[in-house]
């Protein structure tokens, strides 16, 4: 299989915008630990939304938001933003933490890949 990738591992050409959801407020000091995203509150939790070059940046983000002993709730890739008089973004693939847990599909063999 020379050239092909493994089914459900894909290299994502460009950089992706994602949405993370975690439960409780974080204070500035939390989101110093991530530089790369910005962070608003909604309700009793944070969203962190931002670019993130590939699978090994949100492979980091998800290892920090575990280290820091946080609830992840989910994460969304966001559609691309569409381009003035161009062609329709893509939907956004969202997958829940139970969801991964549960193995919830081929986006989360996406998004654990």
Do not use: H
Request: aromatic share 2%; net charge positive; glycine share 10%.
């Amino acid at each position: 299989m020379r050239g092909k990738q493994a089914s459900g591992a894909r290299r994502d050409p460009q950089p992706q915008r994602y949405q993370i959801r975690v439960r409780g407020r974080l204070g500035q000091t939390m989101c110093a630990a991530f530089p790369v995203l910005q962070a608003r509150t909604d309700g009793d939790q944070t969203v962190l939304t931002g670019m993130l070059a590939d699978q090994a940046a949100l492979s980091g983000v998800l290892a920090e938001i575990e280290a820091l002993g946080l609830e992840l709730l989910e994460v969304r890739r966001l559609p691309r933003r569409r381009p003035i008089n161009g062609p329709a973004s893509t939907p956004s693939a969202s997958l829940t933490w139970q969801d991964s847990v549960r193995g919830g599909g081929q986006e989360a063999a996406e998004l654990a890949a």
